[in-house]
Nanobody, 115 residues
Framework: QVQLVESGGGLVQAGGSLRLSCIASIFRFSGRTMAWFRQAPGKQRDMDATITNTLDTNYADSVKGRFTISRDNAKHTLYLQMDTLKPEDTAVYYC?????????WGQGTQVTVSS
């Protein structure tokens, strides 16, 4: 059964850090491009970062230099290291395929950054 389970969110002050994890119970995880997305209240879901099966990474301009995406294929786990957090990073964060189609979305993990 396909399942994406995100964790690691929380409340942090501006300038702080969090590390998100996503356990992905999906077929051929190691061969897939994966991504982290965010959705703030009242806004669309946007892609923050992607990582390919060859570990090439790409970031939205808003997070470049602050966020780092990584993966552990043996653990079927995707990570997002979030540093120098800003109040505008407050959102629910999700992981999913980064290849243009989506697996069923997980519940996400809430990140709240206070000023």
């Amino acid at each position: 059964q396909v399942q994406l389970v995100e964790s690691g969110g929380g409340l942090v002050q501006a300038g702080g850090s969090l590390r998100l994890s996503c356990i992905a119970s999906i077929f051929r995880f190691s061969g897939r491009t994966m991504a982290w997305f965010r959705q703030a209240p009242g806004k669309q879901r946007d892609m923050d970062a992607t990582i390919t099966n060859t570990l090439d990474t790409n970031y939205a301009d808003s997070v470049k230099g602050r966020f780092t995406i990584s993966r552990d294929n043996a653990k079927h786990t995707l990570y997002l290291q979030m540093d120098t957090l800003k109040p505008e990073d407050t959102a629910v964060y999700y992981c999913n395929s980064g290849s243009g189609f989506s697996f069923p979305w997980g519940q996400g993990t809430q990140v709240t950054v206070s000023s």
